[in-house]
């Protein structure tokens, strides 16, 4: 059964840190990518980071670089999302998924964890 699970969400304040989990369970962790989503309510779904299976090469859109960093642990079959000087328009569900490819596009990802809320306060 495969599964991911998000963990450590909460309420930070402006400029704060999170970090965030995903333990995964299932399947050949060290054979894929991981990704991690945010959805803010009446927003698409974006990814904030991703991070290879093979070399650890990461993506960060613009919005995430030189504040969040995706890591992982194959030995642990868990991944990472470090979340730093964080920003009111953070405030989402952050989700963690398996994929293939590196790459920003959601529909490429084949398993998806439930999400954890992040809510940044002013």
């Known amino acids: 059964d495969v599964q991911l699970q998000a963990s450590g969400g909460g309420l930070v304040q402006t400029g704060g840190s999170l970090r965030l989990s995903c333990a995964t369970s299932?399947?050949?962790?060290?054979?894929?990518?991981i990704g991690w989503f945010r959805q803010a309510p009446g927003k698409e779904r974006e990814e904030v980071a991703c991070?290879?299976?093979?070399?650890?090469?990461?993506y960060y859109p613009a919005s995430a670089k030189g504040r969040f960093t995706i890591s992982r642990d194959d030995a642990k079959n868990t991944a990472w999302l470090q979340m730093n000087n964080l920003k009111p328009e953070d405030t989402a569900v952050y989700y963690c998924?398996?994929?293939?490819?590196?790459?920003?596009?959601?529909?490429?990802?084949?398993?998806w964890g439930q999400g954890t809320q992040v809510t940044v306060s002013s």
């Open positions: 998924a398996a994929g293939r490819y590196l790459t920003a596009t959601r529909g490429l990802y084949d398993a």
């Open positions: 299932g399947f050949a962790f060290d054979d894929y990518a």
């Open positions: 991070i290879a299976s093979s070399d650890a090469k990461t």
